[in-house]
């Protein structure tokens, strides 16, 4: 099921975005003054499936979504008084908690994209390789952002790291590419709540236009970081499936992981994570 060892440092990524509503003003030739929501809703309007009654809003174009959040799990081996431990770590662009100055679009993509090319981590999503690698390119294109590292690609397809290539290696691995790509293709949702996770805990991808209209961003970021927990607890189960992780190894990164939650759910600002172990505790 996986064709090479797993990667040290591993990147469980997420993001996620809304209809551009200053892209619909340009696109649309609409009045300045069009307020974001109208916009969205010409964008709607005007993507193929969309109904009034069945279908008010259907996914818009990667063109035209604009990323409001990225969130990554970063995995990494270490050892202690050697012993192997997994030290894990839980970011987000923008960070949390919040500044009064938020990043736009485009320094969200380049930070992100120059994190990846500088340290050069194997990177790990759900259907990531037709939605969220297609919105980040797109969206850099649009905001002009330069990816030097990030871009760079090996003269042979199988010889070095490549972020683009899903034939080859795995440096960008695709989980649902794992799986079927019928109409039987499982949701993330899915698969993690049946494996006994907690999948999605406040939120849902169908209210994240609305949070942001509502000017919640924060709910926004913390619903796409609890997405990259359920990335990494099934990547964890297909690791383990396909024995490229032995089963001493495979119990001890479980007690890891719940350490990890556990110190960060110490933090007063992480109510999201502590519902996330209770909904666990509960499954």
Same mark, same amino acid.
């Given at each position: ?43 709607? =309007? ?6 009034? =009654? ?115 290696? =795995? ?81 001890? =990164? ?30």
């Amino acid at each position: 099921m996986l064709k090479k060892e797993i990667h040290d440092p591993v990147w469980f990524f997420d993001m996620e975005w809304v209809p551009d509503a200053a892209g619909a003003v340009r696109l649309f030739g609409l009045p300045p003054e069009t307020t974001e929501l109208d916009a969205m809703k010409k964008l709607w =309007e005007a993507t193929k499936g969309y109904d009034a =009654e069945t279908s008010p809003r259907p996914f818009v174009k990667h063109l035209f979504s604009r990323i409001v959040s990225i969130a990554f799990l970063s995995r990494r081996i270490v050892y202690v008084d050697s012993i192997r431990r997994v030290e894990f770590g839980l970011h987000s662009l923008p960070r949390l908690p919040l500044s009064d100055d938020a990043p736009s679009e485009a320094e969200i993509i380049s930070e992100f994209l120059r994190y990846v090319g500088a340290r050069e981590p194997q990177l790990v999503g759900y259907n990531s390789l037709e939605s969220d690698l297609q919105v980040l390119i797109q969206r850099g294109l649009i905001n002009e952002v330069r990816a030097e590292a990030f871009c760079r690609r090996p003269d042979k397809p199988w010889n070095g790291r490549d972020y683009f290539d899903s034939r080859f290696g =795995e440096w960008h691995l695709d989980l649902l590419q794992r799986f079927s790509r019928s109409t039987n293709t499982p949701r993330l949702n899915e698969l993690a709540r049946l494996c006994g996770f907690p999948g999605k805990v406040d939120v849902d991808g169908a209210q994240v236009a609305d949070l942001w209209l509502g000017g919640r961003l924060r709910e926004i970021i913390e619903y796409n970081q609890i997405d990259t927990l359920n990335t990494y607890l099934v990547w964890l189960r297909v690791a383990n499936f396909s024995c490229k992780i032995s089963e001493e190894d495979y119990l001890a =990164e479980q007690d890891d992981f719940r350490e990890f939650l556990d110190r960060e759910a110490e933090n007063e600002s992480s109510g999201h994570i502590r519902r996330f172990l209770e909904k666990w505790d509960e499954a």
